[in-house]
């Protein structure tokens, strides 16, 4: 089966940087789109970025553009969220996804997924 672990998440302060990574395994990486979403107590999971198979597109909620970049490597089967200048309201847990382009219907659904990773904790303090 399809594993996701995720790691890099932390506390900073406002403005700070963290780069979330997601490492899978028993996949062909390259055959599968990679997706980030978060979500906070309460609220549903929110779509944050996604890349395709070959890092030839991406796509970013409207709120991150500018400050966070997804990109993937594909020999280390691992996917990237880089995020830049952080802000409080982007504090929560941070999920990795992954659905193959075959069974992909949109990018930007967390229900268009089948794997998932166990989450990272990202916080943000003014």
């Known amino acids: 089966q399809v594993q996701l672990v995720e790691s890099g998440g932390g506390s900073v302060r406002a403005g700070g940087s963290l780069r979330l990574s997601c490492a899978a395994s028993?996949?062909?990486?390259?055959?599968?789109?990679m997706a980030w979403f978060r979500q906070v107590p309460g609220k549903e999971r929110e779509f944050v970025a996604a890349i395709s198979g070959s890092g030839g597109r991406t796509y970013y909620t409207d709120s991150v553009k500018g400050r966070f970049t997804i990109s993937r490597d594909n020999a280390k089967n691992t996917v990237y969220l880089q995020m830049n200048n952080l802000k409080p309201e982007d504090t929560a847990v941070y999920y990795c996804?992954?659905?193959?382009?075959?069974?992909?219907?949109?990018?930007?659904?967390?229900?268009?997924?089948?794997?998932w990773g166990q989450g990272t904790q990202v916080t943000a303090s003014s």
């Open positions: 028993r996949l062909t990486f390259s055959s599968y789109t």
């Open positions: 996804a992954a659905q193959s382009w075959r069974k992909l219907g949109s990018y930007f659904r967390d229900y268009e997924y089948d794997y």
